[in-house]
């Protein structure tokens, strides 16, 4: 019996280190995700800006203001 309450909390601090160190540890994958992420919300609105344009809601200064933002900091993305 005791060897099984041993293994037991043994569980818990191992469960207990790898969450905190999941917390700490950034995972390669998840930063790539949430690159990719944000890079589909700057296309997005990069194309909302084209539709507004072609629908003269915006003048082309707005656009290109708009546009340049975006390849900006999609540029500072991919680096």
Request: net charge positive.
């Amino acid at each position: 019996m005791r060897q099984f309450a041993l293994n037991g909390n043994a569980q818990i601090v191992k469960k207990l280190l790898l969450d905190n160190y999941k917390k700490f540890v950034k995972n390669p994958f998840d930063e790539k995700k949430l690159i990719a992420q944000e890079m589909d919300k700057l296309n997005a609105r990069l194309s909302v800006a084209r539709n507004k344009l072609l629908s003269e809601i915006i003048d082309d200064e707005e656009y290109l203001e708009i546009k340049n933002e975006c390849k900006k900091r999609i540029e500072s993305l991919e680096e």
